[in-house]
């Protein structure tokens, strides 16, 4: 299995450019979550997803948009890029809540000049 | 507003110490807690704890949590430099919200 799949691993925008972080899982679980993470920080909630359709508001979402259409993509929208949105961007899934552990993708890191 | 905090957020010890790491939190409808070890990349998995009281074990880690007192700790013995790295904890929520702690930076000298 593949688990959970982000593209691209590394990326430079220019500020105000737009892109999208993809994000794809293959376990058919219901839950993903989208984090950012700074250096020597903790992970950032930006936003969360229950179920294909359903999209909820961690705890950064400004600046962020993202959809859930399908089960298995949950991609992470940037509009009119930030230098404070450079940051490494993990992608997490998990069957349900609070009965399984997240699995997470390999991370996407994203630099804004 | 649920949160979760970390103490401390930065350690050094020596090899063959053993260490304790504190996550408190605040939460509505509390689900579980999670410790998770970050090592220049994804985190991985370490514990996942829902009861008050009982001890999680792997090896030299263990963990356990106080639902009464809304905090965990997780506790290394005999320290290795492999286990030099951020340690985080995280609240699940039985909205499906799960939120991080700002982690604590672990450095093991030989």
């Known amino acids: 299995n593949a688990g959970v799949t982000q593209t691209p691993k590394f990326r430079i925008l220019k500020i105000g450019q737009s892109m999208t972080l993809q994000c794809a899982q293959d376990m058919n679980h219901n839950y993903m979550y989208w984090y950012r993470q700074d250096p020597g920080m903790g992970l950032k909630l930006i936003y969360y997803s229950v179920g294909a359709g359903i999209t909820d508001k961690g705890e950064v979402p400004n600046g962020y948009n993202v959809s859930r259409s399908t089960t298995e993509d949950f991609p992470l929208r940037l509009e009119l890029a930030a230098p404070s949105q450079t940051s490494v961007y993990f992608c997490?899934?998990?069957?349900?809540?609070?009965?399984?552990?997240?699995?997470f993708g390999a991370g996407s890191r994203l630099t804004v000049l | 507003e649920d949160k979760v905090v970390q103490s401390p957020l930065s350690l050094v010890v020596h090899e063959g110490d053993t260490v304790t790491l504190n996550c408190s939190y605040e939460?509505?409808?509390?689900?579980?807690l999670l410790w998770y070890k970050q090592e220049k990349k994804a985190p991985t998995f370490l514990f996942m704890l829902t009861s008050s009281g009982i001890e999680k074990k792997s090896g030299r880690l263990s963990s356990i949590l106080d639902k009464k007192e809304l905090f965990s700790i997780l506790n290394i013995t005999a320290t290795q430099t492999g286990d030099s790295a951020i340690y985080l904890c995280a609240l699940y929520n039985q909205g499906g919200k799960l939120i991080f702690g700002q982690g604590t930076e672990l450095s093991v000298k030989p």
């Open positions: 939460v509505t409808n509390f689900r579980s």
């Open positions: 997490a899934s998990s069957s349900f809540s609070g009965a399984n552990v997240l699995t």
